[in-house]
């Protein structure tokens, strides 16, 4: 095994964004770098540099994504089921609606 590299000033940057954007975690570079590198940091150096190179924020951005493509689907499921109904309301007699509806609500 080659000599470790304890100097941070080295940490190849554009490969730990490419582990980052893989989705590696902090504890998977740190050891990709030891073996593949031969560079040995700490985890506080590592966090420093990301946070110098703009990586930090990678999971919370995938994270708020996350959650906007959930809402996003959700209201559209939600608007397509208020615009069913209303479509079954305004195809169904009032008086057949009306039976429909009691029936239901006796049901309950």
């Known amino acids: 095994m080659a000599p470790v590299n304890r100097c941070p000033k080295i940490i190849p940057g554009a490969t730990v964004s490419k582990m980052v954007q893989d989705g ?10 030891e073996e593949n590198h031969s560079i040995k940091v700490s985890q506080r150096t590592l966090t420093r540099q990301k946070e110098d190179w703009g990586l930090t924020h990678n999971a919370t951005q995938q994270a708020n994504h996350l959650e906007e493509t959930i ?4 209201e559209k499921g939600l608007n397509q089921a ?10 169904t007699p009032s008086s057949n609606l009306s039976k429909t509806i009691s029936a239901q609500a006796l049901d309950l």
Do not use: G, P, V
Request: hydrophobic letters at 45%; a negative charge; charged letters at 20%.
């Open 82 to 91: 208020i615009q069913t109904f209303d479509n079954i309301w305004l195809a």
């Open 24 to 33: 590696l975690t902090s504890e998977e570079i740190l050891r990709s770098l």
């Open 71 to 74: 809402q996003k689907y959700f």
